[in-house]
């Protein structure tokens, strides 16, 4: 996500919390925090918020083809990238692919299990 001059760190009330949405709005609320404290602002980058693929459709490739799809744009306009990674398979292909590993995090409050993790950054090649 990323934010611009006057954004209050909240994030938009759409709708009147109600059912699940309000018993995990906080640990949201921590997630999204701790991913901005952990932005590398100031950096001129793409950010990559989401890559998904359907869990049917994995280790067929479809995510390198998507980031090979992006990255081609980026690198054509020079354009560095950055994105989060939340396991080690997420990790190595973001590796495969050039991002620069950075420290791993959790939020404040969270349960133990798995780190977020900031994938890193990618430089643009020429």
Do not use: I
Not at 79 to 104: F, K, M, Q, S, V
């Amino acid at each position: 996500m990323e934010r611009h001059s006057g954004d209050t760190g909240s994030p938009p009330d759409h709708h009147a919390p109600t059912g699940w949405d309000f018993e995990f709005q906080p640990r949201f609320a921590a997630l999204d925090q701790a991913v901005h404290d952990h932005h590398p602002y100031g950096q001129p980058h793409h950010y990559l918020a989401f890559l998904a693929v359907h869990p049917d459709q994995q280790r067929r490739g479809t995510g390198s083809t998507l980031l090979r799809h992006r990255h081609e744009g980026l690198d054509a306009t020079g354009t560095a990238a950055y994105l989060e990674a939340t396991g080690p398979r997420n990790r190595r292909l973001y590796a495969r692919h050039g991002y620069c590993p950075r420290p791993a995090f959790r939020p404040p409050g969270g349960p133990p299990g798995p780190r977020v993790t900031a994938g890193g950054a990618r430089q643009p090649k020429p």
